[in-house]
């Protein structure tokens, strides 16, 4: 098992761990999970409040995404045969 250090627990004791080439002691695994949820919802909710004070462009930049993720999709699935 991975040693306590002083920053564990911490998103920055998360990349020391990964910059050491090491799993991340428990502390830190739960610190980064704690951190990418809050972002997601934090980016969720950004998302909505955009859709809802700007819906032109929100519906603009989703046709735009809607068509380069169907673009990138055809490039990963290969020629057409
Ligand atoms: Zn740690």
Request: positive net charge; charged residues 35%.
């Amino acid at each position: 098992m991975t040693r306590l250090r002083a920053g564990c627990g911490t998103i920055s004791g998360y990349h020391r761990h990964r910059r050491a080439g090491e799993q991340a002691c428990e502390a830190c695994k739960e610190a980064w999970a704690i951190y990418g949820y809050d972002r997601t919802m934090v980016r969720s909710r950004a998302l909505s409040r955009l859709a809802r004070e700007n819906p032109e462009r929100f519906g603009e930049l989703m046709k735009q995404e809607a068509k380069a993720f169907a673009a990138e999709q055809k490039l990963l699935d290969g020629p057409d045969e």
